[in-house]
């Protein structure tokens, strides 16, 4: 290296070693052999260089296609992203803003810029952010450069939807009986809500995402929908529209997957399942639905046709429909762009979404004629976000991913994601980890491979809701097929609660437990090398032990033979054998020769051993019996509670303070800023709550100890 | 050592003690006579008893009697308090059945304020002593016994903790002390100080030969404190151990002062705020299984080598996640302990004074099974500067690696030492000192690895090349100068207007490692994701380091 320092110029080159590690490069280039075609597609000429205009999994996801492609690409990012992923793996990247959005993938100008220096040719906006934007896709259009999605005109007219839905209607497209115009006042509200009939559903104009939606049962509902709906609406889009149609009870979430070219050609690429939600945002997604038969989906199908025909579409988009129970369908939004969960209608068609999108966006014309889409096998789809599913089905969660392992090994798996091991989940960007996604010759296929899938996949240092999505893919209702959006509510009424261990479960629990503190006892003692003492040898062959889960003692009883140990426990015998890598993350045991795969989250000298057990971590303490015993007279402790009060660690000056009294603060949010030595430091929350007091301001000098934020 | 004025606090609770005891009518081997004094009863009882009954049976006797130290309702009490007792202590802190005890007949032997009386005698006084195994590897232990006059030492419980210490010195064994103990036993008055002064010598002795680990599980305090000050690590137990010099009661009379026990000399006070102990554990079972845990980092005595465990974390395993644990700005901080946790074996870290100085991180770990200790400046706290505690936490913990032929990893990302009246007043000359002396007079092998900063007489500091490191690491994200780009440029530049370019000049000529790395002080510029593997790989070849420093009686290090 020292070498080269008299001919290069020192900050490339360290530039150069700190972003493109080799080691990281190669993992990218790696990842991108992935193939989501599998139908022969020609050698075209479409483009030489797309600029991906997201982050994340989706930027990821693009240039996978645009490398097979042959095509360069170009990355932009937000300054705290220098290093994500999509940067390493993207031919160029260019930073476009600090870490907020608006100020960065929301950064028209900074993204122009970006196209122009780097001579994108197209480019491709993802989904959320710019993707829906038709300001965006006018300017790109104005410089000649080629939006890879539809033109301007269906952005506009599919992004209203109360636009939007006159134009269904014009096209035939069944619709939700409701009102076709804004509501401009509370009586009219409450006038038109009479018309529909109970229940109606009150929903901003410009809304999405659940913001600004409000169900009214009766007069007074309506009332207070209609104030707080404004309200959000006004807050959430800077448009307090609403509009107000019937509310459909117990619906189902069934789109279509749409693909139209330029020249007046459009099909439908079958049905994705989107019931399972929380919140109105989607949890777990499959295609195709069991619910559809072929007349309905072809009904489905051909009206979200005429839908993009009646607009012109071209490029993929989905039309969004709410099934009812009676399978009639009626329209409810067209997405004007690639949908999150596009991988399962990708896994059961064979075709590449991207790769259509790019073609078409060059004016290639479709390769397929509606009879050429198949439906080949299952695809079921889990976002894994990192959030906490004890907390309303997902709160989310931040930190750094300090262990990180995909679960790659296993056949029909599909990991898309944008993240590696040592990246931060930030407040800044959606807490999505990945898509977790498999696949199979029949459902049942496809979900026991996601349960196999859910359980190899190891993420560490945020918390993250693979309780829920394994509870919900077992579930006797979801495996049969009995769900609508109300699943996750109806199923659990009382909030999610982890995997409920049965007396077979929770034996097996505790025999694996056991053995796996028996092998780190054994190994513990193991020492190499000649000693100058030499150790005693203890040759045991049994372990009495007691394991505490759940507040509850279990004596256990432990013999070794090899790598396998005999576990007597609650009057059964259960032989467990495995490899027993106790630095390995995953344990893959048999346990009465059934294959079943845990993980080891923590493990302490004290005995306590934190095990993931079909998805649900659970937390048990192995102790000998002398030890069990003895710990009945240690005192129980009450935790002092310092999380809602945040102190100065050391002297230095307030840079920022991010909050202000009143806000709701999420654990591990920065607070404030504080800079000593020239160093920033951010303070973060403990723990999640609402801000009682601020007690320092920008620009104050604080000594350590001072108190600077209280939670309440 | 004016301090022994606690045993007034603690001779209160010996006469409670006495006087609880005094309501036992212990009746001694079963024969009760009518008549003369109390004791000549007893001296009569002597006599008659050895008639009476077998030696062997008066051996049992006692034995009972010892395993029951001070009596069931003392038990009782001490388990009231959420504390084990002695002997419960033992059994979990070493291998089933491995206990070989001492001295289990010892009595004391003082004779003033009614102690002869064969009720105020206990077998075995009021400490248990001997040695046992822990995950097979030897080890000797004392373990204090409240339930008998309160733990206090008397001569006879000195002469027992000696022993085994002696014993431990000339085998070559660490010596683990639990400690719980109300201090002096006053009725023996010198008898009981000079108790203490022979333990403290054996300490001092013992020091840099064999380890010593004191584990403060009840009262510590007056002189009784220095013991566990002169062993190479204090543990305590939260809530229900002490150590100060003297308890509140002396300390409001003497200086006014309202102060709780837990404030004084809680095991927060000292984890946090003294510095005196190296960590705290939840309850006496957490703290006796880990301590069996911390035990495998050790090794038995300064003639051995490092413990070397079976490990199956493979030695070439890469780390990518490190290539982008150094933020790019160089203003922001991230965690220390991010790296270590990811670089050493199995995530396993024992993070010594985890609460105190927390801008310097100091533990042990494993490299490949090889156990080593770990230095890190911590850029989350306080920037990771050096300070005076930080300095002093530093330097204690690399001498006592240094002593016990461990491996010595430092991690460096250090913008200087902390300048101030503070530190100035404080002394941070001399106790910066320390940590430079502990780092230029360690012989182990030294492995540094400078991740961001080193700045200045800081950089010099932290296991440089010039202080004999072995092996010396930049990442490319290093910046070895002697200050930041900012303040370099306000002194090379003054009054100049260009500042921002010469800024840029200063940046891309010293903003880097390539100063450093084209005059050999650091020995390469290693991919992050590399570093656990090129640490494995030199472990192995330093292995057979031989390094010996010039002969001294002993050297005078900056105290």
Request: aromatic share 8%; proline share 5%.
């Given at each position: 290296m020292a070498a080269h320092i008299s001919t290069l110029s020192l900050p490339r080159l360290l530039v150069a070693a700190k972003n493109a590690s080799l080691h990281a490069r190669w993992q990218a280039v790696a990842h991108s052999a992935?193939?989501?075609?599998?139908v022969p597609v020609p050698q075209e000429k479409t483009f030489d260089k797309i600029l991906i205009a997201n982050r994340g999994e989706i930027a990821c996801r693009v240039m996978k296609t645009c490398r097979m492609m042959g095509i360069q690409t170009v990355a932009v990012h937000s300054d705290v992203d220098a290093s994500a992923v999509h940067v390493k793996m993207a031919d160029q990247a260019v930073c476009v803003g600090p870490a907020p959005t608006n100020q960065s993938y929301l950064n028209m100008d900074a993204i122009m810029e970006a196209v122009r220096s780097t001579g994108a040719q197209a480019v491709h906006p993802g989904y959320g952010f710019l993707s829906e934007n038709k300001e965006f896709a006018r300017r790109l259009a104005a410089e000649g450069v080629t939006f890879i999605g539809p033109d301007t005109h269906a952005i506009q007219s599919m992004g209203d939807k109360i636009e939007s839905k006159l134009i269904a209607k014009a096209a035939q497209v069944n619709t939700i009986p409701g009102f076709d115009g804004v509501v401009e006042t509370v009586e009219d509200a409450v006038r038109i809500a009479l018309d529909i009939g109970y229940p109606v559903m009150i929903k901003a104009?410009?809304?999405?995402?659940?913001?600004g939606m409000r169900i009214a049962w009766n007069e007074e509902e309506t009332r207070d929908g209609f104030r707080f709906s404004t309200q959000e609406a006004a807050s959430s889009f800077g448009d307090s529209r609403l509009l107000i149609e019937k509310f459909i009870d117990n619906p189902r979430h069934i789109e279509i997957q749409v693909l139209a070219d330029k020249h007046g050609n459009a099909l439908w690429l079958n049905e994705r399942e989107c019931s399972i939600q929380r919140r109105n945002q989607k949890v777990v997604e499959e295609a195709?639905?069991?619910?559809?038969?072929a007349d309905t989906r072809r009904a489905m199908g051909e009206q979200a046709v005429k839908l993009a025909q009646a607009v012109q579409y071209s490029s993929a988009g989905t039309v969004e429909f709410l099934v009812d129970s009676h399978k009639n369908f009626y329209f409810l939004e067209m997405n004007t762009r690639l949908q999150v969960e596009h991988p399962i209608t990708e896994l059961i068609t064979g075709l590449d979404l991207v790769q259509q999108m790019i073609r078409v966006a060059k004016g290639y014309p479709l390769l397929h004629k509606q009879e050429d889409i198949p439906i080949n096998g299952w695809a079921i789809e889990s976002r894994v976000y990192a959030e906490d599913p004890y907390k309303s089905f997902g709160l989310p969660s931040i930190g750094r991913l300090s262990q990180y392992q995909e679960p790659l090994n296993l056949s029909n798996v599909r990991v898309d994601s944008g993240i590696c091991e040592g990246s931060d989940i930030s407040i800044y960007y959606d807490p999505m980890i990945s898509k977790l996604v498999t696949y199979g010759a029949t459902r049942a296929e496809a979900l026991s491979k996601m349960e196999d899938a859910l359980d190899n996949y190891v993420i560490r240092g945020v918390t993250h809701n693979i309780p829920l999505l394994r509870e919900i893919i077992t579930h006797p209702r979801f495996i049969s097929g009995d769900i609508s959006t109300n699943f996750l509510p109806e199923v659990y009424p009382d909030g999610f609660k982890g995997h409920q261990l049965t007396a077979g479960g929770q034996r097996e629990l505790l025999a694996s437990a056991a053995a796996l503190h028996v092998c780190a006892q054994l190994r513990a003692q193991t020492f190499l090398g000649t000693l100058r003492v030499s150790a005693s040898s203890q040759e045991r062959r049994r372990w009495d032990l007691c394991v505490e889960l759940v507040g509850e003692r279990h004596p256990v009883v432990v013999s070794r033979t090899g790598q396998t140990y005999t576990v007597e426990v609650g009057g059964e015998s259960l032989v467990v054998s495995g490899e027993w890598d106790l630095a390995s993350p995953l344990l893959p045991l048999k346990i009465n020769n059934t294959p079943r795969m845990l993980q080891c989250l923590s493990r302490t000298a004290s005995g306590d051993i934190c095990l993931q057990y079909l998805g649900t971590s659970f937390k048990v303490r192995v102790l000998s019996p002398l030890a069990a015993e003895l710990s009945s007279f240690m005192p129980e402790k009450v935790p002092e509670d310092t999380s809602s009060i945040l102190r100065s660690p050391m002297p230095g000056s307030v840079v920022a303070v991010s909050v202000k009294p009143g806000d709701t603060v999420a654990e591990g949010q920065e607070i404030c800023v504080i800079e000593a030595m020239k160093m920033q430091n951010s303070m973060t929350a403990a723990k999640t709550g609402k801000v009682k007091s601020v007690h320092c301001r920008a620009g104050e000098t604080v000594g350590e100890g001072d108190l600077l934020v209280e939670l309440e | 050592m004016a301090a022994f004025t606690v045993a007034r606090s603690s001779s209160r609770l010996i006469n409670g003690l006495r006087n609880s005891f005094g309501g036992?009518?212990?009746?001694?081997?079963?024969v009760a006579a009518a008549t003369a004094s109390q004791v000549s009863l007893q001296q009569q009882c002597r006599r008659y008893a050895v008639g009476q009954l077998s030696v062997k049976e008066r051996i049992d006797k006692k034995r009972q009697e010892a395993l029951l130290g001070g009596g069931q309702p003392r038990i009782d009490a001490q388990h009231k308090k959420g504390k084990l007792t002695a002997r419960e202590r033992i059994e979990l802190l070493l291998d089933p059945e491995s206990f070989v005890e001492y001295d289990m007949f010892v009595e004391h032997r003082c004779s003033d304020f009614g102690m002869e009386q064969d009720r105020n005698?206990?077998?075995?006084?009021?400490v248990v002593t001997g040695q046992g195994r822990i995950n097979g590897r030897l080890v000797y232990v004392f373990s204090q016994d409240f339930t008998v006059f309160g733990g206090s030492l008397s001569g006879a419980h000195a002469q027992k903790i000696c022993k085994v210490m002696d014993q431990a010195m000339m085998v070559g064994a660490p010596v683990i002390g639990l400690n719980d103990s109300g201090g002096a036993r006053i009725q023996e008055g010198v008898e009981s100080l000079a108790g203490y002064a022979d333990i403290f010598l054996r300490n001092v002795l013992a020091s840099g030969v064999v380890p010593q680990i004191s584990l403060i599980m009840g009262p510590c305090a007056g002189g009784a404190v220095y013991s566990p000050a002169l062993t190479d690590f204090t543990f305590m137990v939260k809530d229900t151990s002490y150590l100060f010099i003297t308890g509140p009661d002396v300390v409001k009379s003497v200086t006014n002062e309202d102060v709780t026990q837990e404030e004084l000399g809680g095991a927060k006070t000292h984890t946090?705020?003294?510095?005196?102990?190296?960590y705290a554990f939840e309850n006496d079972v957490d703290a006796l299984l880990n301590l069996r845990d911390f035990f495998n980092f050790l090794p038995l005595s300064n003639q051995d080598a490092a413990p070397v465990m079976e490990s199956h974390d493979p030695s070439d395993r890469l780390v990518p996640a490190m290539d982008t644990i150094v933020p790019s700005e160089t203003t922001k901080a991230y965690d220390m302990l991010d790296i270590i946790h990811a670089i050493v074996d199995e995530k396993n870290f024992f993070e010594i004074m985890p609460s105190y100085a927390k801008n310097i991180v100091v533990g042990f770990a494993r490299m490949d099974g090889r156990t080593v200790g770990i230095v890190g400046n911590q850029p989350k706290v306080a920037s990771g500067c050096l300070d005076i505690n930080s300095s002093v936490k530093g330097a204690r913990f690399v001498r006592f690696c240094d002593a016990f032929n461990i491996p010595i990893i430092t991690f460096v990302d250090v913008p200087g030492f902390l300048p101030g009246t503070a530190q100035e007043y404080g002394g941070i000359i001399r106790h910066g000192a320390k940590l430079l002396y502990a780092f230029a007079e360690a012989t182990v092998p030294k492995i540094t690895i400078i991740t961001r900063k080193a700045y200045g007489g800081a950089y010099d500091v932290m296991s440089s090349k010039h202080l004999r490191g072995d092996v010396n690491y930049a990442w490319p994200s290093a910046e070895v100068a002697v200050m930041g780009a900012k303040g370099a440029v306000q002194i090379i530049f003054r009054g100049k207007d260009s500042q921002a370019e010469a800024e840029a000049e200063y940046v891309e000529k010293f903003a880097n490692p390539f100063p450093a790395a084209v005059r050999g002080f650091v020995d390469d510029i290693i991919e992050p994701s590399t570093t656990r593997k090129r640490i494995c790989r030199d472990l192995e070849v330093l292995a057979s380091k031989k390094q010996v420093n010039p002969w001294k009686k002993h050297a005078n290090m900056p105290l």
């Open positions: 992935v193939r989501y075609s599998t104009s410009a809304g999405g995402g659940g913001k195709p639905s069991t619910f559809l038969d | 036992l009518a212990r009746v001694k081997h079963g005698k206990f077998p075995g006084d009021s946090a705020v003294s510095g005196v102990a190296h």
